[in-house]
Protein backbone atom coordinates (compact mmCIF):
# COMPACT_ATOMS: atom_id res chain seq x y z
CA UNK A 1 0.00 0.00 0.00
CA UNK A 2 2.50 2.45 0.83
CA UNK A 3 4.51 1.46 -2.71
CA UNK A 4 1.33 2.48 -4.44
CA UNK A 5 1.03 5.84 -2.44
CA UNK A 6 4.85 6.60 -3.00
CA UNK A 7 3.63 5.98 -6.38
CA UNK A 8 0.66 8.00 -6.73
CA UNK A 9 2.66 11.07 -4.65
CA UNK A 10 5.48 10.93 -7.06
CA UNK A 11 3.21 11.07 -10.05
CA UNK A 12 1.35 13.97 -8.74
CA UNK A 13 4.56 15.94 -8.07
CA UNK A 14 5.50 14.96 -11.46
CA UNK A 15 2.18 16.63 -13.03
CA UNK A 16 2.39 19.52 -10.46
CA UNK A 17 5.72 20.77 -11.85
CA UNK A 18 5.02 19.74 -15.69
CA UNK A 19 2.27 22.01 -15.37
CA UNK A 20 3.59 25.05 -13.51
CA UNK A 21 6.47 25.06 -15.85
CA UNK A 22 4.12 24.69 -18.96
CA UNK A 23 2.24 27.86 -17.47
CA UNK A 24 5.20 29.54 -17.27
CA UNK A 25 6.09 29.08 -21.01
CA UNK A 26 2.60 30.14 -21.80
CA UNK A 27 2.97 33.23 -19.84
CA UNK A 28 5.75 34.39 -21.86
CA UNK A 29 4.17 33.08 -25.11
CA UNK A 30 1.45 35.41 -24.49
CA UNK A 31 3.79 38.39 -23.56
CA UNK A 32 5.80 37.81 -26.63
CA UNK A 33 2.21 38.10 -28.74
CA UNK A 34 0.98 41.15 -26.61
CA UNK A 35 4.52 42.86 -27.91
CA UNK A 36 3.90 41.96 -31.22
CA UNK A 37 0.34 43.62 -31.02
CA UNK A 38 1.79 46.99 -31.25
CA UNK A 39 4.12 45.79 -34.59
CA UNK A 40 3.85 48.20 -37.07
CA UNK A 41 3.18 45.48 -39.75
CA UNK A 42 -0.49 44.76 -39.72
CA UNK A 43 -0.16 40.96 -40.75
CA UNK A 44 2.46 40.69 -37.51
CA UNK A 45 -0.50 42.26 -35.40
CA UNK A 46 -2.94 40.09 -36.93
CA UNK A 47 -0.90 36.88 -36.43
CA UNK A 48 -0.54 37.82 -32.50
CA UNK A 49 -4.17 38.52 -32.29
CA UNK A 50 -4.37 35.10 -33.86
CA UNK A 51 -2.87 32.87 -31.57
CA UNK A 52 -4.36 34.56 -28.85
CA UNK A 53 -7.52 33.76 -29.95
CA UNK A 54 -6.27 29.85 -30.10
CA UNK A 55 -5.27 30.18 -26.45
CA UNK A 56 -8.67 31.15 -24.85
CA UNK A 57 -8.43 31.94 -21.47
CA UNK A 58 -4.95 31.32 -21.05
CA UNK A 59 -4.82 34.83 -22.93
CA UNK A 60 -6.85 36.82 -20.02
CA UNK A 61 -3.98 38.66 -19.05
CA UNK A 62 -3.70 40.22 -22.57
CA UNK A 63 -7.43 41.42 -22.43
CA UNK A 64 -6.40 45.41 -22.45
CA UNK A 65 -4.01 44.97 -24.86
CA UNK A 66 -6.75 43.19 -27.27
CA UNK A 67 -9.29 46.34 -26.26
CA UNK A 68 -6.91 48.49 -27.25
CA UNK A 69 -7.02 46.49 -30.70
CA UNK A 70 -10.14 46.74 -31.52
CA UNK A 71 -9.72 50.65 -32.92
CA UNK A 72 -6.40 48.86 -35.19
CA UNK A 73 -6.51 50.17 -38.46
CA UNK A 74 -6.55 47.07 -39.77
CA UNK A 75 -10.30 45.22 -40.07
CA UNK A 76 -8.36 41.99 -39.89
CA UNK A 77 -6.41 43.12 -36.36
CA UNK A 78 -9.84 44.23 -35.11
CA UNK A 79 -11.74 40.73 -36.11
CA UNK A 80 -9.19 38.74 -34.72
CA UNK A 81 -9.24 40.97 -31.24
CA UNK A 82 -12.70 40.39 -31.16
CA UNK A 83 -12.20 36.51 -31.68
CA UNK A 84 -9.55 36.33 -28.78
CA UNK A 85 -12.13 38.15 -26.60
CA UNK A 86 -15.26 36.12 -27.17
CA UNK A 87 -12.51 32.85 -26.57
CA UNK A 88 -11.77 34.44 -23.26
CA UNK A 89 -15.31 34.95 -22.22
CA UNK A 90 -16.17 36.61 -18.99
CA UNK A 91 -12.73 37.81 -17.93
CA UNK A 92 -12.96 39.82 -20.97
CA UNK A 93 -15.35 42.27 -19.34
CA UNK A 94 -12.91 45.40 -19.55
CA UNK A 95 -12.97 44.88 -23.01
CA UNK A 96 -16.61 46.06 -23.24
CA UNK A 97 -16.42 49.56 -24.14
CA UNK A 98 -14.03 48.45 -26.96
CA UNK A 99 -16.29 45.96 -28.27
CA UNK A 100 -19.15 48.13 -28.40
CA UNK A 101 -17.21 50.66 -30.55
CA UNK A 102 -16.61 47.61 -33.02
CA UNK A 103 -20.09 47.23 -33.11
CA UNK A 104 -20.59 50.02 -34.83
CA UNK A 105 -17.59 49.44 -37.64
CA UNK A 106 -18.91 50.82 -40.58
CA UNK A 107 -17.67 52.05 -44.28
CA UNK A 108 -16.46 55.47 -44.81
CA UNK A 109 -15.01 56.26 -41.41
CA UNK A 110 -11.87 58.54 -40.87
CA UNK A 111 -9.53 57.29 -40.74
CA UNK A 112 -10.20 54.73 -43.75
CA UNK A 113 -9.62 51.15 -42.24
CA UNK A 114 -7.51 48.64 -44.20
CA UNK A 115 -9.27 45.63 -45.26
CA UNK A 116 -12.15 44.45 -47.76
CA UNK A 117 -15.75 45.88 -47.41
CA UNK A 118 -16.59 42.54 -46.60
CA UNK A 119 -14.84 42.55 -43.16
CA UNK A 120 -17.13 45.40 -41.90
CA UNK A 121 -19.39 42.86 -40.31
CA UNK A 122 -17.63 40.24 -39.84
CA UNK A 123 -15.88 42.67 -37.29
CA UNK A 124 -19.46 43.66 -36.13
CA UNK A 125 -20.75 40.12 -35.89
CA UNK A 126 -17.48 38.70 -33.88
CA UNK A 127 -18.08 41.62 -31.70
CA UNK A 128 -21.83 40.91 -30.55
CA UNK A 129 -20.43 37.28 -30.07
CA UNK A 130 -17.47 38.14 -27.40
CA UNK A 131 -20.24 41.13 -25.74
CA UNK A 132 -22.66 37.41 -25.62
CA UNK A 133 -19.84 35.17 -24.31
CA UNK A 134 -18.74 38.20 -21.52
CA UNK A 135 -22.39 37.89 -20.67
CA UNK A 136 -24.19 39.71 -17.68
CA UNK A 137 -21.11 41.76 -16.99
CA UNK A 138 -21.95 43.26 -20.39
CA UNK A 139 -25.06 44.72 -19.77
CA UNK A 140 -23.72 48.40 -20.55
CA UNK A 141 -23.74 46.70 -24.44
CA UNK A 142 -27.40 46.02 -24.08
CA UNK A 143 -28.22 49.39 -26.26
CA UNK A 144 -25.76 48.99 -29.02
CA UNK A 145 -26.69 45.19 -29.21
CA UNK A 146 -30.24 46.60 -29.70
CA UNK A 147 -29.43 48.57 -32.47
CA UNK A 148 -27.35 45.84 -34.13
CA UNK A 149 -29.96 43.62 -34.20
CA UNK A 150 -30.99 45.81 -36.89
CA UNK A 151 -28.21 45.73 -38.87
CA UNK A 152 -28.68 45.15 -42.62
CA UNK A 153 -26.26 42.01 -42.29
CA UNK A 154 -28.25 38.68 -40.90
CA UNK A 155 -25.17 37.66 -39.15
CA UNK A 156 -24.76 40.80 -37.12
CA UNK A 157 -28.51 40.91 -36.54
CA UNK A 158 -28.51 37.41 -35.08
CA UNK A 159 -25.57 37.55 -33.34
CA UNK A 160 -26.48 41.02 -31.62
CA UNK A 161 -29.61 39.03 -30.38
CA UNK A 162 -28.05 36.07 -29.11
CA UNK A 163 -26.23 37.96 -27.73
CA UNK A 164 -28.82 39.79 -25.93
CA UNK A 165 -30.22 36.49 -24.88
CA UNK A 166 -26.56 35.81 -22.83
CA UNK A 167 -26.75 38.89 -21.47
CA UNK A 168 -29.78 39.50 -19.96
CA UNK A 169 -30.16 35.43 -18.55
CA UNK A 170 -30.50 34.72 -14.89
Same mark, same amino acid.
Request: net charge positive; proline share 7%; charged share 25%.
Given at each position: MDRNRNKAYGLAAFLLIASSAWLRGQDAQVAQLLD? &??????????? #?AISLSEL !? !? !???? !???? &??? #?LADRSLNVRYWACRALRNIGPEAKGAVPGLIAALKTFPGGSPELEGPAR +? +?????SVAAEALGAIGPAAKEAIPA &????????NADVSAAAAEALKKISAK
Open positions: Q &LKSPDSSVRAK #A !G !G !GAKV !GVPA &LAT #A +Y +YPDVR &LKVATGDK
